[in-house]
């Protein structure tokens, strides 16, 4: 359920309105944005939660560095340097 604030006067032809949802089970309101009315039109602006974006961005990090060792550990990217191997180049 979404909450509005009480209008707030910023200047003379500038009125901000806050627009919160409504937690529930005793969660709090969340903000989600400002509704700026001017006289030449009204304008919506989200509110951004910039901490959940970092999350996403280390998470993903994380995730590919993971895939990444694990992709290494599994079959280096050097060449394979075995007795065999070595004894195989030496016949050619």
């Known amino acids: 359920m979404l909450v509005f604030g009480e209008p707030y006067q910023a200047s003379d032809d500038i009125t901000i309105v806050t ?9 709090p309101e969340r903000p989600i944005g400002i509704y700026t009315i001017r006289a030449d ?12 974006h970092a999350l996403i961005g280390v998470c993903t990090g994380f995730a590919a560095a993971v ?5 290494v550990l599994r079959r280096p990217p050097w060449p394979e340097l075995t007795e065999r191997v ?3 180049a030496r016949r050619r």
């Open 19 to 27: 627009v919160s949802r409504k937690g529930w089970d005793q969660r």
């Open 41 to 52: 039109g009204t304008t919506w602006t989200p509110a951004v939660d910039a901490s959940r």
């Open 67 to 71: 895939i990444g060792s694990l992709a």
């Open 86 to 88: 070595m004894a195989g």
